[in-house]
């Protein structure tokens, strides 16, 4: 096993490292740094400027703008990109809807999508969870019946996140419902949320933010040209995209970021004598994440040196249930720097820094890790079954 980098990655890293900190506007990676919530706009921005340079999708096959990267060069990418508090490009288009159309969608489909979907033009959401289908997603009950040209559509979706600024659709549908498995009679589908019958309504999380919602579809009506493959072949295409979000989520340069963050604050804390950051418990704590997150990093790094086939690997789950509970424990790290100002007050005359009354929030906002792209509980089925063979 060999994950030190050798002189022409270095190089790689530095390029990038440089172009992420000169490129990307300042005041957008500040704000994203202190864990502020960015714009629609700021969000497209960003986006648009990493596309403008090769650097928004480098995962799709080249001929619609990918790079002929290893996977080492493709976690330098992205970890770099953490690094420096780039927001990363829209995973609904970028991981997501984006692989699924170029490995499996029709010619037409993909020069209908692709380059706005690599673009920002078109902002995708994923419509995959329902009330009753979450880590039983195979249960899902939205269906989609063919009508000549068409298929009509109705059911509910939930928690999808930031339909509020989508243009389109990715949806999980039932075609059969006579199928003699659950997860053989679903496709997956695409269709524009402006489209008649559909309504978004928002839920208000723990944390006070708006970022997902409920969405209803009543009769809408959807042109069969735009099913993704095959009729009845969705789960795989899902599994497929699974895999990717799974990946994406690990985190590791993003927590990196914070837990510097936190050593920050905790200089600036007075504890005893001294700063939080001198005292030996507290020390002892970030000690132990830093190593935890260390671990992680070389663990991603042996998964990164060891898949050269491009298929999403059975250890993304390993990543994904560790990264998540790092991010969260480096949020709870914060939130006890900030103690009793960890709340936010809204009133001028107290003296709360702003930070530290974005770390309640912030700590109620990161459970949402260990459940979305499959909760901790599933992550740890699929690693007995499929890398124990439990
Ligand atoms: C902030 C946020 C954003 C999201 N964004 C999206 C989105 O954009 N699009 C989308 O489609 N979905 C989205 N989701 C939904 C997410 O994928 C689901 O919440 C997740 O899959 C869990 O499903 P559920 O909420 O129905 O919980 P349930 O499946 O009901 O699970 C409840 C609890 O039971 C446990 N559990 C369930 N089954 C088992 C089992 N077999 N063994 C052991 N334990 C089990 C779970 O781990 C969990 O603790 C989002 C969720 C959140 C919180």
Not at 263 to 279: I, P, R, V, W
Not at 371 to 381: A, F, L, M, N, P
Request: charged residues 25%; aromatic residues 8%; negative net charge.
């Amino acid at each position: 096993m060999k994950i030190s980098l050798s002189p022409d990655e270095v190089a790689f890293r530095d390029e990038l490292r440089k172009f992420y900190r000169t490129e990307i506007p300042a005041d957008i990676r500040e704000r994203f740094k202190y864990g502020n919530e960015l714009s629609r706009d700021e969000i497209v921005r960003t986006h648009k400027i990493l596309n403008e340079h090769g650097l928004a999708v480098p995962n799709w096959p080249v001929e619609w703008g990918g790079k002929d990267w290893t996977p080492m060069q493709r976690h330098l990418w992205q970890d770099e990109m953490q690094l420096a508090s780039v927001p990363e490009p829209l995973t609904f288009n970028a991981q997501m809807v984006g692989p699924v159309i170029a490995h499996f969608g029709s010619d037409e489909l993909k020069q209908r999508f692709l380059p706005a979907t690599a673009a920002l033009d078109i902002w995708w959401c994923q419509g995959f969870s329902e009330p009753d289908a979450g880590s039983d997603l195979a249960s899902l009950r939205t269906t989609a019946v063919r009508d000549g040209d068409s298929y009509i559509v109705n059911g509910q979706k939930i928690w999808t996140t930031l339909a509020q600024y989508a243009d389109w659709i990715f949806c999980l549908v039932r075609t059969d419902p006579n199928a003699p498995k659950k997860q053989a009679g679903i496709s997956f589908l695409l269709f524009d949320v402006k489209s008649p019958g559909v309504t978004i309504r928002p839920i208000k999380l723990i944390d006070g933010g708006y970022e997902v919602n409920e969405v209803f579809f009543e009769n809408v009506r959807v042109p069969a040209d735009q099913l993704v493959g095959q009729e009845n072949m969705g789960w795989t295409y899902a599994k497929f995209l699974l895999g990717n979000e799974r990946t994406g989520i690990t985190g590791v340069g993003r927590t990196k970021v914070k837990i510097g963050i936190a050593k920050e604050y905790a200089a600036q804390t007075k504890s005893g004598t001294g700063t939080l950051l001198e005292d030996p418990l507290f020390a002892a704590r970030v000690a132990e994440l830093e190593n935890e997150l260390l671990a992680l990093e070389l663990t991603q790094l042996r998964v990164v040196s060891n898949s050269s086939d491009g298929k999403p690997n059975p250890a993304s789950s390993v990543l994904k249930l560790r990264g998540s509970e790092l991010q969260q424990a480096t949020t709870e790290l914060l939130l006890d720097i900030a103690g009793q100002d960890a709340l936010p007050v809204g009133a001028d005359e107290i003296a709360s820094p702003g930070w530290a009354q974005r770390s309640g929030p912030g700590y109620l906002n990161y459970r949402k890790t260990t459940i979305y792209g499959g909760s901790s509980e599933v992550q740890r089925t699929i690693i007995a079954s499929t890398i124990l063979g439990l």
